[in-house]
T-cell receptor, first 114, second 115 residues
Framework: GQQLNQSPQSMFIQEGEDVSMNCTSSSIFNTWLWYKQDPGEGPVLLIALYKAGELTSNGRLTAQFGITRKDSFLNISASIPSDVGIYFCAGREGGDNYGQNFVFGPGTRLSVLP | NAGVTQTPKFRVLKTGQSMTLLCAQDMNHEYMYWYRQDPGMGLRLIHYSVGEGTTAKGEVPDGYNVSRLKKQNFLLGLESAAPSQTSVYFC??????????????FGPGTRLTVL
């Protein structure tokens, strides 16, 4: 099955820095979701996007639905230690290939150094 | 609301043994899913259900069976466990994928080791 591409695979940042990560697909998507997974826990939904160009914030997190509908971006401002974890993107295909299910990216592992 | 719950949280099996993982959701969602998560592989869909009494195969269904007898429950069965089924299993649920309601919520996971 299709998987999304996420970059970077991992990143180490200093506390207080801003973070950017993205997710790309070879096909058009109708929905983009961003999740955070803490060690030993299930993924927790952070932000959901439904419209091309949409920009949505959740506290220090901001995500955007790309205009081409083939990508999405997640930004974290002023990182703190509890931001550590794995960030997953997920999307549902749209257009002529309306997807029955979500497809997931492999994740971006974020480490925050004090 | 408890959201999505999974039972058990941990389990160790011997090769050839069978077990059933239980997923329950209290959000009245139509769709339910079982995924497995392995290092470096991300989340892979095993089976899913689009409503009570329905099931369908996902990306990696071999060695697993599922049942959705009640809307709120989705069971994942391993008839004869193999070491390759050592993984973390996540259940998820979602409402009908309507506009502005297309989301998916995950349970806390079941960590299964097959010796």
């Amino acid at each position: 099955g299709q998987q999304l591409n996420q970059s970077p695979q991992s990143m180490f940042i200093q506390e207080g820095e801003d973070v950017s990560m993205n997710c790309t697909s070879s096909s058009i998507f109708n929905t983009w979701l961003w999740y955070k997974q803490d060690p030993g826990e299930g993924p927790v939904l952070l932000i959901a996007l439904y419209k091309a160009g949409e920009l949505t914030s959740n506290g220090r997190l901001t995500a955007q639905f790309g205009i081409t509908r083939k990508d999405s971006f997640l930004n974290i401002s002023a990182s703190i230690p509890s931001d550590v974890g794995i960030y997953f993107c997920a999307g549902r295909e749209g257009g002529d290939n309306y997807g029955q299910n979500f497809v997931f990216g492999p994740g971006t592992r974020l480490s925050v150094l004090p | 609301n408890a959201g999505v719950t999974q039972t058990p949280k941990f389990r160790v099996l011997k090769t050839g043994q069978s077990m059933t993982l239980l997923c329950a959701q209290d959000m009245n969602h139509e769709y339910m899913y079982w995924y497995r998560q392995d290092p470096g592989m991300g989340l892979r869909l095993i089976h899913y259900s689009v409503g009570e009494g329905t099931t369908a195969k996902g990306e990696v269904p071999d060695g697993y069976n599922v049942s959705r007898l009640k809307k709120q429950n989705f069971l994942l069965g391993l008839e004869s466990a193999a070491p390759s089924q050592t993984s973390v299993y996540f259940c998820a649920s979602s409402p009908d994928p309507g506009f502005f309601t297309d989301t998916q919520y995950f349970g806390p996971g079941t960590r299964l080791t097959v010796l």
